[in-house]
């Protein structure tokens, strides 16, 4: 089945990123016709034309449109969004195609759902729990309706499913081994209010029978930047070294992330960056108000831009956190385009060289905003000698400028080897996880 042409009057960048977005929306509601000829066709046949599938239909609409506008930013939107998979809140919604062009998969609704016969088929993913993630990832256009999905989630490990559109129910075909009981572990979403106004989601995860009392070792997890979207996962070091101790793990879903779609990024970008900061400010505050712990029973954990996010903790909001785990972090902003791959993240942060940039760059730059007489909660950075995305000096100077000042309880480690993974090998990942968690652990008791 060929895929009809979307029309080809010129339309903008911010139109088409809207077209697509509303599509997405669209897709968590009931699917006509008219919405499926007028939003799905034009998505999946970007979406073939970015991966090529079809390069001899490709190479023809080129030729035939030359420098139509069109064409030019719907290949520069699609390398953006890769196959066109589009991240929602405690959904992923992933976008294939089968021969009958209609493959669709929405974690809210568990299932691969689209156009058929009698206006709409769905199946059911029976093991895509609430709080999991499902993405199709492999699918056969041009000779049958089969699919592909992985699902995973916070107390799912890994599964790749296998099913035919109408006539095989999906099918698991393979799991991962399970690391820790999940038995009577509970995944709750919750809301913060930012300052100003914005609702931020974030994910709980935690023992079904948990009294909120206050008395929970917690760990705040973010990331927020270059729309990147924190989604559930699997982590059989959370379940061992902290879900199963009675620990609560939470994961908040910040602007500067792709959770919402691209504004939910660009509302956290330069100047706007404290948003990102405030946003995982507001979650803390949330989680102590809701009575899951106490300030001093709080850690918060990031690395690389997240190791920013938590610098941030660290030095403007000391007072909300008993533990902070910094790691391979950016924190020196007036220097971090002189360092590494620091330049090329300026369309992120700003330019310190700028003289009006780095006033509001100054505002979130952890290494300079650090002040005597300040109760700093006790804080592990990592890094590695060997990485060379942010390189191991900003967390060594950081660690040096504190234990200069006198403060109390601030480690250091480094690994020789890892890159920006801060370990090389299953070996140095168990050493540098074991020393993370006993920290933690011994930080909020």
């Given at each position: 089945m060929q895929l009809p042409l979307p029309s080809a009057d010129p339309i903008s960048l911010s139109q088409l990123e809207s077209h697509l977005w509303e599509?997405?929306?669209?897709?968590?509601?009931?699917?006509?016709?008219?919405?499926?000829?007028?939003?799905?066709?034009?998505?999946?046949?970007?979406?073939?034309?970015s991966d090529v599938y079809d390069e001899e239909r490709a190479c023809a609409l080129e030729e035939s449109e030359g420098d139509d506008k069109l064409m030019n930013e719907a290949l520069g939107v699609l390398r953006e969004y890769k196959r066109a998979s589009v991240s929602l809140l405690q959904r992923r919604l992933s976008i294939g195609y089968t021969r009958a062009a209609r493959l669709l998969d929405t974690l809210e609704e568990r299932g691969i759902v689209g156009p058929s016969e009698d206006g709409r088929s769905r199946v059911v993913l029976e093991s895509a729990d609430d709080g999991s993630t499902a993405i199709v990832v492999d699918d056969d256009p041009d000779e049958s309706d089969e699919f592909w999905v992985h699902a995973t989630g916070f107390t799912a490990p890994s599964t790749v499913l296998r099913g035919v559109l109408g006539s095989v129910e999906p099918e698991v075909i393979r799991s991962s081994p399970a690391f820790?009981?999940?038995?009577?572990?509970?995944?709750?979403?919750?809301?913060?209010?930012?300052?100003?106004?914005?609702?931020?989601?974030?994910?709980?995860?935690?023992?079904?029978?948990?009294?909120?009392?206050?008395?929970?070792?917690?760990?705040?997890?973010?990331?927020?930047?270059?729309?990147a979207?924190?989604?559930?996962?699997?982590?059989?070091?959370?379940?061992?070294?902290?879900?199963d101790r009675g620990g609560v793990f939470v994961l908040a879903n910040i602007r500067g992330g792709g959770e919402f779609g691209p504004g939910w990024h660009t509302s956290a970008l330069k100047q706007n960056r404290p948003r990102a900061y405030e946003d995982f400010a507001a979650i803390a505050r949330d989680l102590v108000a809701r009575g899951v712990t106490t300030a001093a029973r709080l850690a918060c954990e990031g690395r690389s831009n997240?190791?920013?996010?938590?610098?941030?903790?660290?030095t403007t909001y000391p007072e909300l956190f008993g533990a902070v785990v910094c790691g391979v972090p950016l924190l020196d902003m007036k220097r971090y385009t002189h360092l590494s791959a620091g330049a090329s993240w300026i369309a992120e942060y700003g330019?310190?060289?700028?003289?009006?940039?780095?006033e509001y760059i100054r505002t979130f730059s952890p290494y300079q905003l650090l002040k005597d007489d300040t109760d700093y909660p006790p804080v592990l950075f990592y890094a590695a000698t060997s990485d060379d995305r942010v390189g191991p000096v900003q967390a060594r100077k950081m660690?040096?400028?504190?234990?200069?000042?006198?403060?109390?309880?601030?480690?250091?480690?480094?690994?020789?080897?890892?890159?920006?993974?801060?370990?090389?090998?299953?070996?140095?990942?168990?050493?540098?996880?074991?020393?993370?968690?006993e920290f933690l652990w011994k930080s909020l008791a």
């Amino acid at each position: 089945m060929q895929l009809p042409l979307p029309s080809a009057d010129p339309i903008s960048l911010s139109q088409l990123e809207s077209h697509l977005w509303e599509a997405a929306n669209i897709l968590r509601g009931p699917v006509d016709a008219a919405d499926f000829k007028t939003y799905i066709f034009p998505l999946l046949f970007f979406r073939r034309i970015s991966d090529v599938y079809d390069e001899e239909r490709a190479c023809a609409l080129e030729e035939s449109e030359g420098d139509d506008k069109l064409m030019n930013e719907a290949l520069g939107v699609l390398r953006e969004y890769k196959r066109a998979s589009v991240s929602l809140l405690q959904r992923r919604l992933s976008i294939g195609y089968t021969r009958a062009a209609r493959l669709l998969d929405t974690l809210e609704e568990r299932g691969i759902v689209g156009p058929s016969e009698d206006g709409r088929s769905r199946v059911v993913l029976e093991s895509a729990d609430d709080g999991s993630t499902a993405i199709v990832v492999d699918d056969d256009p041009d000779e049958s309706d089969e699919f592909w999905v992985h699902a995973t989630g916070f107390t799912a490990p890994s599964t790749v499913l296998r099913g035919v559109l109408g006539s095989v129910e999906p099918e698991v075909i393979r799991s991962s081994p399970a690391f820790f009981d999940a038995g009577g572990i509970d995944v709750q979403q919750h809301w913060a209010v930012s300052d100003d106004g914005t609702r931020v989601p974030y994910f709980q995860v935690a023992a079904g029978d948990l009294a909120l009392d206050g008395s929970h070792p917690t760990l705040l997890s973010g990331y927020g930047g270059f729309q990147a979207s924190r989604l559930p996962e699997y982590s059989g070091i959370v379940g061992r070294a902290w879900l199963d101790r009675g620990g609560v793990f939470v994961l908040a879903n910040i602007r500067g992330g792709g959770e919402f779609g691209p504004g939910w990024h660009t509302s956290a970008l330069k100047q706007n960056r404290p948003r990102a900061y405030e946003d995982f400010a507001a979650i803390a505050r949330d989680l102590v108000a809701r009575g899951v712990t106490t300030a001093a029973r709080l850690a918060c954990e990031g690395r690389s831009n997240g190791g920013l996010l938590v610098g941030n903790m660290l030095t403007t909001y000391p007072e909300l956190f008993g533990a902070v785990v910094c790691g391979v972090p950016l924190l020196d902003m007036k220097r971090y385009t002189h360092l590494s791959a620091g330049a090329s993240w300026i369309a992120e942060y700003g330019d310190p060289d700028v003289a009006e940039e780095w006033e509001y760059i100054r505002t979130f730059s952890p290494y300079q905003l650090l002040k005597d007489d300040t109760d700093y909660p006790p804080v592990l950075f990592y890094a590695a000698t060997s990485d060379d995305r942010v390189g191991p000096v900003q967390a060594r100077k950081m660690a040096a400028r504190m234990q200069a000042m006198g403060i109390d309880n601030v480690l250091y480690y480094e690994n020789s080897d890892g890159g920006h993974g801060g370990a090389v090998d299953n070996s140095h990942t168990a050493r540098l996880q074991a020393l993370i968690y006993e920290f933690l652990w011994k930080s909020l008791a």
